[in-house]
């Protein structure tokens, strides 16, 4: 029996399902962090483990089923940048599978064929846009360099700025204040640094988010640097048609975006996703991506 898989894998968590030709879905399998660009052999044993539990899903739904074929879609983070897809694809026991980036299932997800973009914030950060069957992106290219707007950059921003206003050549706020209590010295500081995560630092977001609220001049700063980076990425993306909708994506993508749309002279048009990037990932695997 022919079966369809979609997985999303991104820096926080991995997700997969399997759907069946009459349309039928099995649950949603959940696993762990599956970026294959910062840990890639953490992301094989995370991807690998929850496309077994998907499979066994399927067994379970449909016992009578002789033989299993499956023709799987993983949209992952990394792919896109690195080589490591085709590695993955390599690693991985199944004959039908193609890999792409975790924002290629996203567009699909959100638009099937039609143009569109998409603002993914999550744990990182990336802008794509489809329009006449061509996809463009921008960003995406992780914590080291780049992932402007993303929950780990915000992280790992207070902290810098929260070391800034110990040396004197930062303003202060309550956000400062709350992170001197959860890093009451700098050696704890520079520890957590040292073996933090991009998953770690972006644990520190809510943070942000919840004294920007109580409007700390520090947290707000940094979120109207991180929203000011996005609309640049929006802009870039809309130069050849300034009308294409824009679909927020992630943790954080929707909350930026109407931070963004509440500023003077801006102006987008969003608009609500068909599906997620799960739902973009059986959509290709549907259509039969060519394997790797």
Request: with cysteine; net charge negative.
């Amino acid at each position: 029996m022919q079966v369809f898989i979609g997985l999303d894998g991104g820096g926080t968590c991995c997700r997969g399902q399997a759907e069946l030709p009459d349309g039928q879905r099995t649950a949603i399998v959940s696993g762990g962090a599956a970026n294959i660009a910062s840990d890639f052999d953490s992301a094989l044993h995370e991807i690998s483990c929850t496309l077994a539990q998907v499979i066994d899903a399927v067994h379970a739904m449909v016992p009578s089923a002789a033989e299993i074929t499956p023709r799987i879609v993983l949209g992952v983070a990394g792919a896109s940048e690195t080589d490591a897809g085709a590695r993955l694809g390599a690693a991985l026991p199944y004959r039908a599978l193609s890999v792409c980036g975790d924002v290629d299932i996203s567009l699909s997800g959100a638009f099937g064929d039609s143009d569109g973009i998409v603002m993914a914030v999550g744990t990182g950060s990336v802008l794509a846009c489809q329009q006449s069957g061509q996809m463009r992106r921008l960003g995406g290219y992780g914590l080291m360099l780049g992932d402007e707007g993303s929950g780990a950059w915000i992280g790992r921003v207070a902290l810098q700025r929260c070391l800034h206003a110990r040396d004197g050549i930062g303003a202060t706020g309550t956000l400062v204040d709350a992170l001197d209590q959860q890093f009451p010295t700098l050696p704890e500081i520079i520890a957590f640094a040292r073996s933090a995560r991009p998953a770690d630092f972006a644990a520190l977001a809510p943070v942000v988010l919840e004294h920007d609220r109580k409007h700390c001049p520090v947290a707000g700063a940094i979120l109207d640097d991180g929203c000011a980076y996005l609309l640049r990425g929006l802009n870039k993306l809309q130069s050849r048609t300034h009308d294409l909708p824009v679909v927020p994506l992630g943790g954080l993508g929707p909350a930026l975006l109407d931070r963004i749309l509440a500023k003077d002279n801006v102006h987008l048009r969003r608009v609500t996703p068909r599906g997620t990037g799960l739902d973009g990932a059986l959509w290709r695997a549907r259509r039969g991506a060519p394997s790797v």
